[in-house]
């Protein structure tokens, strides 16, 4: 099982609609978790950071599901300047390991 | 307030030709990293570095050497340049990642391409 796994989509939503993304990690170990996001030819940013008893910023909720090992993302009335890729990131606050998903592409449609 | 720069920003070489990639950074990061990114690849990390003067191998550090010799700066050197070096080079810093909710703040890439 790899250490961080997202679906890669790409996820064609139309606009205004609610998406989802989950992303998975293999190490009960991790500490933190966040949510990145890269639009194209750009650099990752900071999305949020997700916590233990879920966070919201706006129309994005993200979750940790701790028993079950994965994160996830939920953005409510999807915009068009949303669409990007969005990347797991799960850090496990030992061995200075930080390990990035690859990324889910999302598209959302006029 | 800068965050991380990186330079340069675009860069041709030929094969077997030199370069060093600078990254600096104005946060009073411990820790500074480099990744590569490649379509269909993610990033994955060459190097990294906890402090200055510190240096340690990421997941693909073959072919390219670091040097931190100041906490704010971090350098990615390419002693000869192949094909399979091209792409794109992101370089981030963070707190120590053993404190916590500590996220890496990337700088805007180097778009490296090897003839």
């Known amino acids: 099982r790899k250490e961080v796994e997202q679906d890669p989509g790409p996820f064609n939503v139309p606009e205004g609609a609610t998406v989802a993304f989950n992303c998975t990690y293999s190490n009960s170990a991790s500490q933190s978790f966040f949510w990145y996001r890269q639009d194209c030819r750009k650099e990752p940013k900071l999305l949020m950071s997700v916590y233990s008893s879920g966070n919201e910023d706006g129309r994005f909720t993200a979750q940790l599901n701790r028993a079950s090992q994965y994160i996830s993302l939920l953005i409510r009335d999807s915009k068009l300047s949303d669409s990007a890729t969005y990347l797991c990131?799960?850090?496990?606050?030992?061995?200075?390991?930080?390990?990035f998903g690859k990324g889910t592409r999302l598209h959302i449609l006029p | 307030n800068a965050g991380v720069t990186q330079t340069p920003k675009f860069r041709v070489l030929k094969t077997g030709q030199s370069m060093t990639l600078l990254c600096a950074q104005d946060m009073n990061h411990e820790y500074m990293y480099w990744y590569r990114q490649d379509p269909g690849m993610g990033l994955r990390l060459i190097h990294y570095s906890v402090g200055e003067g510190t240096t340690a191998k990421g997941e693909v550090p073959d072919g390219y050497n670091v040097s931190r010799l100041k906490k704010q700066n971090f350098l990615l050197g390419l002693e000869s340049a192949a094909p399979s070096q091209t792409s794109v080079y992101f370089c981030?810093?963070?707190?120590?990642?053993?404190?916590?909710?500590?996220?890496?703040?990337f700088g805007d890439g180097t778009r490296l391409s090897i003839l």
């Open positions: 981030a810093s963070s707190y120590p990642a053993g404190e916590g909710d500590q996220p890496q703040h």
């Open positions: 990131v799960v850090n496990m606050n030992r061995d200075d390991k930080i390990i």
